[in-house]
């Protein structure tokens, strides 16, 4: 747009120079106009518009002088040079500043000099000068216009930019805000947990070992039988505690965040991205054995990867879990599996794999390694009945 609008706008100018250039060619010819003065009037449009084609300094200066130079011998086109006195100023620069503006001026004095010893009229040869320094005028207006225009576009880009930036900064501040609360909140689960497991239960099991001391002492019958009920009640609670503190933990672990803070360790060295889709609760084993399979993917990469990208992705489908560990460092090709009834593959391997492929194992899926020159990759495959 912006383009567009310079070139109209040069256009304007450049149409208004060749219309004042062509009165006085149109005054010298008075009233007969021939061939020549045809001949005039087109090279004073060709002379003007010629240089949009090519908007360098070196073009400009060379039609201007070149002009110059040929009316010396046919006088009547030193009226067509003014028309090529607005590209002088305000084109591409293609050599340095000081060759650049010497070139022009040089092109400039060239022109100025075959007007002035041209066989025209006084009149005419004023004219011309005088359209030549409105030409110059309209060109730096236009340039200084063009070059305002650009500036004020680019700092509306670099705000619009730093308004993008903004939001998405603040976006991520306020997903890490929102992660540090839920981490706060796993942490309180955890601690309640503990102090009901440590304290309260500890407390209820002293409880009955000392009621049932007390039955074995004292030998009334409606006393144990109080002492029974008494007990029964107390391992209802025992029971009720256990169940609320193990549901506590199992909450306490969440995967995506688990994932996350696992993979860190490799931001230094490694573009890493971690993608998670998730939507049905999991239990404490399932949770940490992943976490455990992905702690090894990030060590054996961080030990022996030659890549800078890792990506770590747990998708949960209708009928099964897959976990894809993968980094585009090269490896030799090979392709192996790693299940409930296959652990050939493991032959040879370090123990990372090893342990992968046993965790797997043990939550009845299975782990296939698959790596060549584009990269190593881990696919962990997990039956979800299994882990219900």
């Known amino acids: 747009m912006l383009y567009n609008h310079l070139v109209k706008r040069r256009s304007a100018d450049k149409t208004v120079i060749c219309i004042l250039t062509v009165f006085p060619i149109l005054a010298e010819a008075s009233g007969n106009i021939g061939g020549?003065?045809?001949?005039?009037?087109?090279m004073a449009f060709i002379a003007t518009f010629i240089t949009e084609i090519s908007r360098s300094d070196?073009?400009?200066?060379?039609?201007?002088?070149?002009?110059?130079?040929?009316?010396?011998?046919?006088?009547?086109?030193?009226?067509?040079?003014?028309?090529?006195?607005?590209?002088?100023?305000?084109?591409e620069r293609k050599l340095p500043v000081k060759i650049s503006v010497a070139l022009s001026a040089a092109a400039g004095i060239t022109g100025v000099i075959s007007i002035v010893v041209s066989d025209v009229s006084a009149v005419l040869k004023i004219q011309s000068l005088l359209i030549c320094g409105l030409s110059l005028y309209l060109s730096l207006m236009t340039s200084s216009r063009e070059k305002t225009e650009k500036e004020m576009k680019g700092r509306f880009d670099e705000a619009r930019r730093s308004a993008i930036d903004a939001g998405r900064?603040?976006?991520?501040?306020?997903?890490?805000?929102?992660?540090?609360?839920?981490?706060?909140?796993?942490?309180?689960?955890?601690?309640?947990?503990?102090?009901?497991?440590?304290?309260?239960?500890?407390?209820?099991?002293?409880?009955?070992?000392?009621?049932?001391?007390?039955?074995?002492?004292?030998?009334?019958?409606?006393?144990?039988?109080?002492?029974?009920?008494?007990?029964?009640?107390?391992?209802?609670?025992?029971?009720?505690?256990?169940?609320s503190v193990h549901e506590l933990h199992d909450d306490s672990i969440d995967l995506s965040i688990g994932l996350h803070d696992t993979v860190s360790v490799l931001k230094d060295r490694f573009d890493t991205d971690v993608r998670t889709s998730i939507d049905s609760p999991s239990d404490n084993a399932f949770k940490t054995n992943i976490l455990a399979i992905v702690k090894e993917g990030v060590t054996n990469i961080s030990k022996y990867s030659t890549g800078n990208k890792v990506l770590i992705e747990l998708v949960e489908n209708v009928t099964f879990w897959r976990l894809k560990i993968w980094d585009n460092g090269k490896n030799k090709e090979r392709e192996y599996y790693i299940g409930e009834n296959d652990v050939s593959g493991l032959t040879g391997d370090g123990i990372g794999l090893q342990n992968i492929g046993a965790r797997a194992k043990a939550m009845g899926g299975r782990a296939m390694v698959r790596s060549d020159g584009n990269g190593f990759m881990v696919l962990v495959t997990i039956q979800k009945e299994k882990n219900q």
């Open 36 to 42: 020549t003065v045809v001949a005039c009037v087109l």
């Open 58 to 91: 070196i073009f400009s200066s060379v039609v201007c002088a070149g002009l110059s130079v040929v009316s010396f011998f046919f006088p009547s086109l030193a009226l067509c040079i003014p028309g090529t006195f607005y590209s002088l100023t305000g084109t």
């Open 169 to 243: 900064l603040s976006e991520e501040i306020m997903k890490n805000s929102d992660n540090e609360i839920y981490l706060a909140r796993l942490k309180e689960r955890n601690r309640i947990a503990r102090e009901i497991h440590d304290n309260v239960g500890h407390m209820i099991t002293r409880v009955i070992v000392q009621l049932q001391a007390i039955k074995i002492i004292n030998r009334d019958e409606d006393v144990a039988k109080q002492l029974d009920s008494v007990g029964e009640t107390l391992d209802l609670a025992m029971t009720g505690i256990r169940k």
